[in-house]
């Protein structure tokens, strides 16, 4: 079935720091040589809607201890391209 072909990722990702906290952005990537080359070859998705971030920062332990503990936020979206007849289904 077509929903489980395989899927091509090109992204671009950035990590940086800002006021003691770490961000991670990551989105598509449509206009890349080896993306066209790969998708001609058959067979594979390319997948064009992709979105991605994370922060991670130092919080308080939550049971106390004095040792701090890390909190992570994670946002994701991504087009699978799946028939929404069978998405539905799920």
């Given at each position: 079935p077509s929903f489980?072909?395989?899927?091509q990722y090109t992204i671009a990702r950035r990590v940086f720091e800002k006021d003691g906290e770490l961000y991670g952005v990551t989105k598509a990537v449509?206009?890349?040589?080896?993306?066209?080359?790969?998708?001609?070859a058959g067979g594979i998705v390319p997948v064009d809607v992709y979105y991605s971030m994370w922060r991670a920062r130092s919080v308080p332990c939550p049971w106390g201890g004095d040792a701090p503990a890390a909190e992570t936020t994670l946002l994701h979206h991504e087009q699978l391209k799946i028939p929404e007849h069978l998405s539905r289904f799920a």
């Open positions: 489980l072909t395989s899927r449509h206009d890349h040589a080896s993306a066209a080359a790969d998708a001609e």
